[in-house]
């Protein structure tokens, strides 16, 4: 599956390019514009929006990424990143089971609403077994249950201006002076994706702590960071440019692309 799934993505990324040659039909220059590291490339189009458009183009806003069998299922979800915040909210929480928790849903909305565990439990589920895919080059099988996000947005009614959903997190990742909040956004086509869901199951469990609890986003067509674990709040946005350091996500704003398309 790993072979499959690299060949993928650099078909994606050959088609971006040849994307990228319609939009500019006639400009000769391209090609050499478009080698790596050539400071005209990001000012043009970065490989990351082609890469977005490529795969939404080939594949499909609603475009399923595989479901597994439980028997693939072949051992625990290894945990990575956070996986026991120190945040003095969250072991509140956690210390009296999450009774208190509340996932608030504001910004660009029509009726800012919260949501309790029990609520988000009584909703209507969907569970799904899926692969993730961590950037630094593991994967793991494992069963997700949880509310899709798309009925919260029903539910909330992001305004017309409403663009991204950012997803904030109780922890704070990377060590000492460093340490700022995690967070994750996505824009409305991916989150309204019939596989996004807010997870609180995981393998026929509650979600364990190291793995996110009480709620993480399962965002299946992109890669492990995006997956924002421990969330406390998402908000709708029309622009991340003044959130952290301007790039929608911890991870991008360390470098790393906001669409980790897989
Ligand atoms: N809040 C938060 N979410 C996070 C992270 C994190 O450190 N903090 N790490 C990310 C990364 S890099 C990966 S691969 C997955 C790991 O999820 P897991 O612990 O369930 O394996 O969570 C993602 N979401
Ligand atoms: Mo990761």
């Known amino acids: 599956m790993k072979r499959f799934s690299i060949r993928r993505r650099k078909f994606l990324t050959a088609s971006a390019a040849g994307l990228a040659g319609v939009t500019l039909a006639g400009c000769d220059q391209f090609d050499s514009l478009l080698r790596p590291g050539h400071p005209v490339r990001d000012t043009l189009a970065s490989a990351n929006d082609l890469t977005l458009a490529a795969q939404r183009l ?29 945040q003095a909210d969250y072991v509140a929480l956690r210390d009296n089971d999450f009774a208190d ?122 890669l492990g960071y995006k997956m924002a674990k421990y969330l406390r709040r998402i908000e709708l946005v029309d622009d991340f440019s003044q959130l952290h350091r301007g790039k929608g996500s911890y991870w991008a704003d360390h470098g790393y692309d906001w669409y980790a398309g897989i």
């Open 101 to 222: 928790y509340q996932l608030v849903v504001d910004g660009l909305v029509e009726t800012p609403q919260s949501y309790s565990l029990d609520q988000l439990r009584n909703m209507p589920s969907r569970t799904q077994i899926t692969r993730h895919d961590c950037v630094e080059g593991w994967s793991c099988i494992a069963k997700w249950t949880g509310v899709p996000l798309a009925t919260i947005l029903d539910e909330v009614r992001p305004t017309a201006g409403a663009r991204y959903c950012v997803f904030h997190c109780f922890d704070n990742y990377g060590g000492g002076l460093s340490a700022s909040p995690y967070y994750e956004s996505v824009d409305l086509i991916d989150a309204r994706h019939p596989q996004t869901i807010l997870a609180y199951g995981m393998n026929d469990a509650a979600l364990p702590v190291r793995n996110g609890a009480p709620i993480r986003v399962r965002i299946e067509r992109q």
């Open 58 to 86: 080939l594949l499909g806003d609603e475009a399923l990424a595989k479901e597994f069998a439980e028997s693939e299922i072949r051992q625990g979800m290894r945990p990575n990143g956070t996986t026991d915040p120190e």
